[in-house]
Structure formats: structure tokens, C-alpha cells
Antibody
Framework: EVQLVESGGGLVQPGGSLGLSCVVS????????MIWVRQAPGKGLEWVSY????????YYADSVKGRFTISRDDAKNSLYLQMNSLRAEDTAVYYC???????????WGQGTLVTVSS | QSALTQPPSASGSPGQSVTISCAGT?????????VSWYQQHPGKAPKLVIY???KRPSGVPDRFSGSKSGNTASLTVSGLQAEDEADYYC??????????FGGGTTLTVL
């Protein structure tokens, strides 16, 4: 059974930092690109970032470029998202998901909530 | 990276069919055959129901179908069932591994 489990969410003050993790099991993690997608409370889905196989490429949404960094550790079957200079508008549930050719995602985690507030 | 345009709501009675539209541009929906659709029940993670415009993942009922014409994609749910009531999001490849999502449509089964 494929499982993606996110962790690391919580309450952080504006301007602060937070790191998210996503541990993947049930598939050969190193064979796939991965993405982060977020969903603000009561809002729609927003693609955040992509990382390719062997960390070959990384892409970011304009809204997070320069503040967020995506990374992966294939030895630990883990995906990460380091979030700096956090803003109120970054408040959301953050999902990790397996990427299929940059075009769709077939496995998703359950999400972790990040709240940016003073 | 503008969001794709979906109607905020759609509805139908059990057994009926409903179609949800997803309007984009030539830089996303119209430029690639890489439209996907996701179903999301409250408090749950999104679930893939259609990929590459009209392909269904294993386990998704054939009541779900997708299509595309020009810059607009559509998801049709036939033979509506109570469990189909959920939010539905379209998504399109937009180049350089970027993905753009629609604003979501809440489907109500009357």
C-alpha cells in the first residue's frame, strides 16, 4: 500500500520559518518527481513546488519563489519543504503528492496544517 | 500562473448526469493534453479521477469521463450517486513542470 505522510505543520509567527516533511512508502521513491500543493482554508488547490528525480530540477510557484525550498532525501524516502519569511497568506493545508511527468498526481498525503499568525 | 476557471457549483439528482467545465488558455488547457481532475471530500486529500484529459485511473468508476475542446476541458459524472457529492478540481500542465488548478466546483447530489 502506498502511503505519504506529512508532518511539521503548526503555528508560526509572520516572518518565521517552518520545515515540512513527507515520508513515502510502498513505491520506489527515487524513481519519481514529487510536488507540494497547498489549500488555504475554504479555498482551492494551489501548486507550490516540484522536484525532479535525483533533485535534478526544482520549480516554484511565483507566490513562494525565493522563500520556499524543496528538497528530497532518497535514502530516507523523504520529501521536504523549507518555508522562510512566512506570511499570513501562506496559511494552508500542505499536501505532498507523487508527480507523474509533471502532468498529474496519483498519490497524495493527508496534509499538514500550517498557520501563520501572531 | 492564473487559476483555471470553474463554476463554483453544480448539481443533479441521483441517476442524472452533470458536466463541470474548466476554462483555461492556450498556455495550459489548450496547449497540452494534460488535464486532470480531482475529487475532494470534506477534510480529505484530493483523489485523482481523470488524467490526460480522458483517462481513468484503476478503481475509478466509468461513470466519470473527461473531454477537451480548445481551451476548455470538461468532467462528466453520469448516473450520479450520493457519494459523488464532493468538490472537484481541474488541473492542467502549464509548462516547466508547473501545474495550474481551477478554483473548484462543489457538486451537490439533490
Amino acid at each position: 500500500e502506498v502511503q505519504l505522510v506529512e508532518s511539521g505543520g503548526g503555528l508560526v509567527q509572520p516572518g518565521g520559518s517552518l520545515g515540512l516533511s513527507c515520508v513515502v512508502s510502498g513505491l520506489i521513491f527515487s524513481n519519481y518527481g514529487m510536488i507540494w500543493v497547498r489549500q488555504a482554508p475554504g479555498k482551492g488547490l494551489e501548486w507550490v513546488s516540484y522536484i525532479g528525480i535525483s533533485s535534478s530540477t526544482m520549480y516554484y510557484a511565483d507566490s513562494v519563489k525565493g522563500r520556499f525550498t524543496i528538497s528530497r532525501d532518497d535514502a530516507k524516502n523523504s520529501l521536504y519543504l523549507q518555508m522562510n519569511s512566512l506570511r499570513a497568506e501562506d496559511t494552508a493545508v500542505y499536501y505532498c503528492a507523487r508527480d507523474r511527468g509533471g502532468t498529474y498526481s496519483d498519490y497524495w498525503g493527508q496534509g499538514t496544517l500550517v498557520t501563520v499568525s501572531s | 500562473q492564473s487559476a483555471l476557471t470553474q463554476p463554483p457549483s453544480a448539481s443533479g439528482s441521483p441517476g442524472q448526469s452533470v458536466t463541470i467545465s474548466c476554462a483555461g488558455t492556450s498556455s495550459d488547457v489548450g496547449g497540452y493534453n494534460y488535464v486532470s481532475w480531482y475529487q475532494q471530500h470534506p477534510g480529505k486529500a484530493p483523489k485523482l479521477v481523470i488524467y490526460e484529459v480522458n483517462k481513468r485511473p484503476s478503481g475509478v468508476p466509468d461513470r466519470f469521463s473527461g473531454s477537451k475542446s480548445g481551451n476548455t476541458a470538461s468532467l462528466t459524472v453520469s448516473g450520479l450517486q450520493a457519494e459523488d457529492e464532493a468538490d472537484y478540481y481541474c488541473s492542467s500542465y502549464a509548462g516547466s513542470k508547473n501545474r495550474v488548478f481551477g478554483g473548484g466546483t462543489t457538486l451537490t447530489v439533490l
